[in-house]
């Protein structure tokens, strides 16, 4: 079904990496997402894979966006913030969208790209036990072969019971170059990962003898760079104060609030945060692509 209302701009999928559009439309400010994603293009390149911005445009799921496409989604007003639940709206309806991890892996995968470069994944929010909100990045990754590549998850979730459920769920988690699980600004989201890999060479190998083998998705948790990285107190100040002032937002809606309250507190230091571990996971993804895998 999906095939129909694919468009796929790709030669060889297996030296691409996928980047996503809600990142891009409702991660940063606008006058931040065109120079980011020129510089992702870039960095993508230049160690040898294609870039391919997933999204949606007038209900066609695109692989492989173009940059003026992608200005027009960008100058589209609110567009949709779409995960696997309702990617599908968006297709029948035709209308323009901007996907999550979730869709940005249903589409890669349905399009033969298996690796991904995003910021950090979605999970489990903090106190789901009062207010159940639980991301579908989590399930996508049980059920599309795609590597993502991320600074572990949005740390204005609850980071240790999001990786308690990516062990329930099956999913591997391997940290490049690190031991500690990453919550996104902050290296060590005080939990750990499966295993280690310090080799890119290694760490594709892996990714493409798991991809093979189980048809899932595989995680690849990569820390901030240490000099862009926030201190945990900082961070947590910031946290609390975005969260005392978001107002009544729910669901999907909470994130690109949360970034844009934090964005504004600290004065652009989460936006630049934000930008270097973006690259860092591109750079990373690119490499791994550029094995073939
Ligand atoms: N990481 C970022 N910025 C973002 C997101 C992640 O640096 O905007 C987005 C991703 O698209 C991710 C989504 O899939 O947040 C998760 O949203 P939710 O919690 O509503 O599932
Ligand atoms: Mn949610």
């Known amino acids: 079904m999906l095939s129909k209302s694919l468009l796929t701009r790709l030669e060889d999928g297996r030296k691409a990496v996928a980047l996503e559009t809600t990142l891009l439309c409702h991660g940063v400010p606008r006058e931040s997402a065109l120079p980011l994603a020129d510089e992702l293009d870039a960095i993508v390149r230049q160690a040898g894979s294609v870039p391919a911005i997933v999204g949606v445009l007038n209900g066609t799921a695109t692989v492989g966006i173009t940059r003026d496409e992608l200005i027009m989604l960008l100058d589209a007003g609110p567009v949709a913030k779409v995960n696997t639940a309702n990617i599908g709206l968006a297709l029948h309806r035709r209308l323009h969208a901007a996907t999550t ?15 991904f470069a995003t910021g950090g994944i979605g999970g489990i929010h903090r106190g789901y036990s009062q207010r ?26 609850d980071v240790v019971a999001t990786r308690e459920a990516l062990e329930t769920l099956g999913i591997p988690v391997v940290g490049y170059q690190a031991d500690r ?85 600290s004065g652009g230091r989460t936006l630049q945060a934000n930008l270097a571990l973006v690259r860092n996971n591109a750079a990373l993804a690119a490499a791994i692509a550029a094995q073939g895998v």
Not at 103 to 114: D, F, P
Not at 191 to 208: C, Y
Not at 224 to 234: E, G, M, N, V
């Open 101 to 115: 991890v979730s869709a940005t892996m249903e589409l890669a995968a349905a399009a033969g790209v298996r690796v």
């Open 132 to 157: 159940f909100d639980v991301s579908s990045d989590l399930t996508a990754l049980t059920r599309f072969p795609v590597a993502v590549v991320c600074s572990g998850v949005k740390s204005l979730l």
């Open 181 to 265: 699980f990453p919550a996104f600004y902050v290296r060590d989201g005080g939990t750990g990962v499966d295993a280690r890999f310090d080799d890119v060479n290694e760490l594709a190998a892996f990714v493409r003898f798991e991809l093979e083998r189980t048809q899932r998705g595989v995680l690849i948790a990569n820390p901030i760079p240490p000099d862009a990285q926030i201190a945990s107190l900082q961070w947590e100040t910031w946290r609390a104060e975005a969260m005392a002032r978001i107002g009544d937002v729910q669901g999907r809606d909470v994130t690109p609030r949360v970034l844009s309250l934090l964005h504004e507190l």
